[in-house]
């Protein structure tokens, strides 16, 4: 089943259809609930198989004190992970195993070989990722972007549509200077979409916003310190709504040589 874009996000919703199968690919575990929880929660709820696939587990991602660093964080993010995840009814997940920082060094070939693999196992209709930019710049997050985007490029036996995700500019200018004060965004990011490059618009219901913010929490390593300093009605509203883009035919991403 295809994912049939909408017009610009300020007049329609969308979701992704009903009986499909997604796969999500992100870079840490909690990448999935700060963009896209929504859409994965309103897959499941509606009878979509949901798949999501992090390179990494996070390891180097430890947001409290040094005091209180934990020596297994990659094991604790998993378990958050897996506690996040089932908020959203999303029981199948696997992680690729690559050094949380260190996805850039990875060859393309051997990403996109293993997002590859997954596409060919699973079938999926649909695939949610980042963008180019990565949606902070983490140079991490914009290499599983060009991973799954070449991946699907080079998939011979199926085809599905992709969708990265964005920001607007609406967003970006009420809550991106209050996330940088924990150095969320690298510098120039996030890059914001124009209102007619985004197909796919989705203001969460009360419900689905819920899961998401529950979701948020479970992920505790990561947001505790964001839901200390800011609130839930700040996290609420800065999670309420989710947009979508259709890669760019141009884009960096779908260039894979070593696997033409």
């Avoid at 930019?133 to 992709?162: C, I, K, L, N, Q």
């Avoid at 991106?176 to 510098?187: K, R």
């Avoid at 883009?245 to 991403?253: D, H, I, K, Q, Y």
Wanted: contains cysteine; aromatic residues 10%.
């Amino acid at each position: 089943m295809r994912f049939t874009p909408v017009v610009p996000w300020r007049d329609h919703t969308e979701t992704v259809p009903s009986g499909t199968t997604v796969l999500s690919v992100w870079a840490h575990p909690d990448d999935e609930a700060f963009v896209a929880a929504g859409a994965l929660a309103d897959a499941a709820g509606r009878g979509s198989r949901v798949v999501s696939v992090y390179a990494t587990l996070g390891e180097q991602g430890w947001q409290g004190p040094p005091s209180r660093q934990v020596l297994d964080l990659g094991g604790l993010r998993s378990r958050e992970l897996a506690n996040a995840l089932a908020v959203l009814g999303v029981d199948e997940w696997r992680c690729l195993g690559h050094p949380d920082g260190g996805l850039a060094d990875v060859p393309l070939a051997v990403g996109v070989g293993q997002v590859l693999a997954i596409l060919e196992e699973i079938e999926p209709d649909v695939v949610l990722t980042f963008g180019p930019d990565g949606f902070t710049g983490h140079p991490d997050h914009m290499a599983v972007s060009a991973w799954a985007t070449a991946a699907v490029r080079h998939w011979d036996a199926g085809e599905a549509t992709v969708r990265h995700t964005a920001v607007t500019d609406e967003w970006a200018s009420r809550f991106a200077p209050a996330l940088n004060e924990f150095n969320a965004f690298w510098p120039g990011y996030p890059v914001v979409a124009r209102a007619s490059d985004v197909t796919w618009s989705s203001r969460l219901d009360e419900g689905l916003l819920d899961r998401k913010v529950a979701a948020l929490r479970a992920h505790r390593s990561q947001t505790a310190h964001l839901f200390a300093t800011f609130g839930e009605p700040f996290m609420r509203a800065m999670a309420a709504t989710e947009w979508f883009r259709a890669p760019a035919m141009t884009s960096t991403a779908w260039a894979c040589p070593a696997m033409a």
